[in-house]
């Protein structure tokens, strides 16, 4: 498990909320450090933790939550990995000793950290991996799920709790969310629903993969799958599967799909618990012909997401953690497109690039996968009879024979010997060490398709002084995937038979990190496998391509993004592989020129990743033909491409481009660094029949826009030195018409972003800016712009997310146009026509803004100018909005300045102030009105701050109105409020409020206010006299170095919490006795360092 999932699709039945909650109860005692979680396979352990990992977290339990797998051959170095990736703690030893050292000493500076070890087979020695005792460290404690019972008996749990199966009524309620059975639908179906599921014994993943598998099926489908799953018979598997194994089965039979079923089967070829990179299956899926009458890796591609769609649909197939969020939002409905257009080629094509853009960012992952391990055990078991096999011990000599017919083969740490003698295997899958490959293994393999080696050095000593390739794989002259990796590596994890090629250099804790790896040399014997369509290689000792590479015409994807010391390509070896699609070199590598224009010359090339070097210093570049994705830098890039529709153009340090002007108006993604002069120079030699509408807006009235990037999409503008000028007046309407991200950073040249860089009325949905020294505005209002706007542009483009760092001259982001701005120019211009517009295309701005993000802009006195109109639709400013945060504003006095009656922060959720010493109030009683969906305050160093909402300041504090305004605030949503450091700060929120109800409230901390006198304060004539008043499901206060604290709230009423688990009161020596635990009058709390479990729930 590569990292604590969020368990989104876990279902809440009594039997579990039972357990659930009893395991949460546990974590909370002191007295208990080790607990374990006892089940059969299939019955839902690993989702049950994940959830009470989440919830641990939530809910202040623990600080820190981590998860890894043990499995069924637990790998120590693996598992280290795994905790040191998500503790953020690099290696420093090499022994495994050393690494559980660090770990150890990790855990320790943790205040509470919570570990799970999923799927226990045997005894562990917890020390061997880096859990510290608990005699060294009280506060970390671990949950463990194991099949076992004797395993929690082994490793002396303090408690053990066993998760048993689901009774009727709950598993039929699980059948039918799966099989998407409705109360009122046909009786019949409900009756032969119940049959089914009494056959899969009450095992979740058994009744999830049978719901799954039938639905919109008939009623004599049911019928079927009831006699298959009740006559079912399988002697030759431990009795304890024997009721899981039907079902998995018949959800397998009813796929329905040959190739769908062909990518399950080579999917349990990976090692148990692996998270299955799609990119790398892909290219072993193309090479044995899984898929019928493929001609292309991207065909593969295509055919590969469908088959994966259908497995995760029939729950036989789990999306990782990298992409679970996404894949959860998007693979069903895409699913139900697909089935709907199935016999509509452009159809697929659109929800093919409608999934590439949900899955993949653009520095996103590339898609993986895992497989339940109970249904790769009956995938594997099923694939006998196909002859597949999976082997993790060198096979004796009466074995081998076993082997004789086999056609596909994983084998993981053990050695491939001459003894296998395999003449009819395509599909062979190896992790080796280095004396694990003898040199005539590969002679009696002469039907080989696909090899995928990995040498690995399980020690960073050990060094490899020769290559690894054996002589014997000339005689492989049918293979067509040749994957081969050789390294050294800090832990082995996840899918070690699985290429890994992302040009990322940084990978998440899914994914291999290589700290070195072992010499590639005498590559020559490759350009013999004249059949070759794929080649992979990863090693950055592989410094020189050999002249035989040419040999491969069939070749059809060369992937060298690993060969990170790669210096010498012979000339005319690349522009031989006349057949190449796809060609991949690393960030590392620097392309020569006469190298990328004999690339440029390949005439079916349709994908490529390359650093060249000076890009400036080309001649003309002219692709034979339109490159469909690509990443084209001069610079270190991380750009994964395979999946994604990226195209890339990074520069830095060229102040000329013109030869890839070809690439311009495809472009989507172009990342500009370092840039001197003036752009329009560059513009100048791109695109001369432009210049007039590039370069100087000023010369025409009638600017039509650029042809020039009109499909970018996304521009990183860096390190661009002060005289560097995209136009000499703002930039047209028009350019950049399809850009939806924009970050620029340290470009101290410009003064506004928009219009200077970014025109009016573009569609920017995301805006980054950094360190720009000169920056003044973001947004800056010109009125010669009223000429270009219509009804349907918004004025200024406000994205929907905004995040300011570090501008240390900003004095406002928006610059509204005054009445006297327009005088001049409504002379010549319709003024009823261009004033009705100013509003109308102000509103649009405002409200397309859906989180900000503010930090360290000390200049700023105000946020949001509010502008006023009488018009009723114009009322509700800011309406989008969602979060807002606001760190290290020394000069901010207004969040929004403006009438606030015209603010309507319906869909504000989340609002974080840090820093801002001189804001004095937040919200007014009439914007407060609209906070029904806030569900997190939290506010901190703000020594200024008075109130959080108060009156404005043309009202007075006890006029009727404003009362009665105060009376209606409701926060129904709120969860959260955690306030420190406000010196000046004399209540949190009006006690109305809590006479509302806040039914959500689950935590209040509040520390280090001098003047505060209660948390919930009066207002004359708000003060409530209910009786009582519950906050349900408060589960922690925290009331910290409030010296004037006199009252929790000033309610007549008496305050019941009965969720309240923990109590922190200190430092409040005027609390009194009105501030009380239990009904006793000696129950008071004061100044008491902590009480964590109130005897009586009641103050």
């Keep these: 498990m590569e990292a604590l999932l969020g368990a989104d699709d876990f279902v809440e039945f009594e039997s579990r909320n039972r357990v659930f909650n009893e395991i949460l109860e546990t974590l909370r005692d002191e007295n208990v450090s080790l607990i374990g979680i006892c089940g059969m396979g299939g019955i839902g352990k690993t989702k049950l933790v994940m959830e009470i990992g989440k919830t641990a977290k939530n809910e202040g339990i623990f600080d820190e939550v981590v998860m890894t797998m043990a499995s069924q051959d637990p790998d120590i170095r693996r598992m280290q990995g795994i905790l040191a990736d998500m503790l953020r703690l690099e290696f420093k030893g090499t022994s495994e000793a050393d690494r559980a050292a660090e770990i150890s000493e990790r855990l320790k500076k943790e205040r509470r950290v919570l570990i799970i070890l999923d799927d226990v ?90 719901g799954s598998a039938l639905r919109k099926k008939s009623l004599l489908d049911y019928d079927d799958a009831i006699r298959k799953l009740s ?55 193309f090479g044995i012909g899984l898929f019928e009458n493929v001609n292309s890796v991207e065909e593969a591609r295509q055919n590969t997401l469908r088959c994966v769609t259908r497995l995760l649909d029939a729950c036989l197939l789990l999306p990782s953690q990298g992409t679970l969020e996404s894949w959860k939002s998007f693979h069903r409905p895409i699913y139900k497109k697909w089935n709907n257009a199935l016999e509509s080629w452009k159809s697929f094509q659109q929800i093919y690039e409608t999934w590439n853009n949900a899955l993949v960012s653009d520095y996103g992952d590339i898609p993986s996968v895992k497989v339940h391990d109970i249904v790769r055990d009956v995938a594997l078991w099923l694939s006998r009879m196909d002859k597949f096999f999976y082997m993790q011990k060198s096979p004796s000599k009466k074995q081998s024979k076993e082997y004789e017919d086999a056609i596909a083969i994983s084998i993981k740490d053990c050695g491939l010997d001459c003894r296998l003698k395999c003449p009819k295997l395509k599909l062979l899958l190896v992790e ?4 694990g490959l003898q040199d005539g293994c590969f002679e009696t393999m002469s039907a080989l398709q696909v090899l995928k080696v990995d040498v690995v050095a399980r020690s960073d000593t050990e060094i490899f002084a020769e290559s690894a390739f054996p002589a014997s794989i000339q005689h492989l002259h049918n293979l067509r995937t040749f994957l081969f990796n050789c390294f050294c590596h800090r832990y082995l994890i996840q899918y070690p038979a699985i290429n890994i090629t992302s040009p990322q250099s940084e990978l998440s804790a899914a994914a291999y990190s290589f700290d070195r790896w072992c010499p590639g040399k005498h590559l020559s014997v490759i350009g013999m496998l004249k059949n070759l369509q794929i080649l992979c290689l990863d090693s950055p000792h592989i410094e020189e391509l050999p002249q ?21 390509i012979p000339r005319n070896v690349l522009s031989s592989l006349t057949a190449v699609e ?22 079916h090339l349709t994908a490529l990743t390359a650093r ?8 003309t570049v002219s692709f034979r033909k339109p490159l469909r994705r690509y990443a084209i830098c001069s610079a270190n890039w991380h750009y994964p491409l395979w999946w994604s529709r990226n195209v890339v153009l990074d520069v830095a340090d060229c102040s000329e481009m013109a030869s890839l002007q070809q690439l311009f108006p495809q472009v989507e993604f172009l990342s500009i660094k370092r840039l001197r002069g003036i752009w329009e120079n560059l513009l100048r ?3 001369p029949r432009d210049v007039d509408c590039l370069v100087d807006t000023t010369k025409t009235c009638h600017v039509r826009p650029t042809p020039l990037f009109s499909n970018l999409q996304r521009l990183v503008l860096a390190d661009m030195s002060e005289t560097t000028r995209l136009f000499n007046s703002p930039s047209p309407p028009g350019w950049l018409p399809n850009l939806m991200e924009a970050e620029i950073g340290h470009y101290h040249g410009c003064q506004n972003i928009v219009p200077q860089i970014i025109p009016i009325g573009s569609k920017l949905q995301v805006l980054r800016v950094k360190d720009c020294l000169r920056l003044k505005r973001i947004f800056e209002f010109d009125p010669q712009h009223l000429r270009h706007i219509t009804n349907e542009m918004s004025l200024l483009p406000s994205p929907c997310k905004l995040t300011l760092t570090d501008l240390h001259e900003l004095k406002a982001i928006w610059k509204w146009p005054r009445q006297t701005e327009t005088l001049d120019l409504t002379k010549n211009d319709s003024h009823d026509e261009i004033c009705n517009l100013i509003p109308e295309a102000m509103f649009r701005s405002l409200n397309s803004l859906a989180r900000l993000h503010i930090c360290n802009c000390e200049e700023v006195e105000e946020v949001f100018q509010l502008f006023d109109h009488n018009d009723q639709k114009y009322k509700e400013q800011l309406s989008n909005l969602c979060a807002l945060q606001l760190k290290g504003l020394s000069q901010l006095r207004y969040i929004w300045k403006g009438p606030h009656q015209n603010l309507h922060l319906c869909k504000l959720e989340h609002i974080i102030l840090s820093d801002c010493s001189k804001l004095t109030s937040i919200f007014t009683p009439a914007s407060a009105t609209s906070l029904r969906k806030l569900r997190s305050i939290k506010i901190s160093g703000c020594g200024a701050l008075e109130s959080i909402i108060s009156p404005e300041e043309d009202e007075l504090s006890t006029s009727a109105a404003s009362l009665l305004m105060v009376a209606s605030i409701d926060i129904p949503e709120l969860e959260k409020i955690d306030i420190s450091s406000c010196r000046k700060l004399k209540s949190i929120l009006p006690v109305s409020i809590l006479a509302q109800g806040l039914p959500q409230l689950t935590d209040i901390s509040i520390a280090h206010c001098a003047k505060l006198e209660q948390v919930f304060g009066d207002a004359e004539g708000t003060l409530t006299n209910r009786d009582e008043i519950a906050l349900n499901n408060l589960n922690r206060l925290k009331l910290e170095n409030l010296p004037s604290l006199v009252h929790f709230s000033t309610t007549k009423g008496r305050l019941i919490w009965p969720s309240l688990k923990g109590l922190n009161v200190k430092r409040c020596p005027l609390l009194g006795k009105s501030f009380r635990i239990g009904q006793a009058l000696d129950g008071f709390v004061h100044r008491k360092e902590q009480v964590s479990k109130p005897s009586c729930q009641a103050w």
């Design 121 to 210: 087979w045997e005894k562990l020695n917890l020390a061997d991996i880096g859990m510290p005792s608990t005699l060294d460290h009280k506060c970390c404690k671990l949950i463990l799920t194991t099949r076992r019972a004797q395993v929690c008996d082994d490793m002396c749990c303090q408690r053990i709790f066993h998760l048993n199966v689901l009774d009727d009524s709950e598993a039929l309620c699980l059948f039918s969310k799966h099989a998407r059975i409705t109360p009122d639908g046909n009786p019949q179906h409900h009756s032969k629903a119940k049959k089914v599921v009494k056959e899969c014994g009450g095992l979740p993943l058994a009744i999830e993969t049978v």
């Design 231 to 285: 006559h079912s018979a399988y002697a030759d598997i431990e009795s304890v599967d024997r009721e899981i194994y039907p079902a998995i089965k018949l959800s397998v039979d009813y796929l329905n799909c040959k190739e769908t079923v062909g990518c399950l089967t080579l999917f349990s070829l990976y090692p148990e618990d692996s998270t299955i990179n799609l990119e790398g299956f892909t290219r072993i899926a």
């Design 432 to 435: 080796t060490d280095i004396s």
């Design 548 to 568: 035989e590479i040419e040999e491969l015409s069939s070749l059809k994807l060369l992937d060298l993004s690993r060969c990170s010391n790669l210096e010498k």
């Design 582 to 603: 796809e060609l991949y070199f690393g960030h590392e590598s620097e392309v020569e020129k006469d190298v990328f224009l004999e690339i440029t010359s390949l005439p």
């Design 612 to 619: 060249v070097d000076c890009a400036g210093s080309l001649p």
């Design 685 to 687: 030699k791109i695109d």
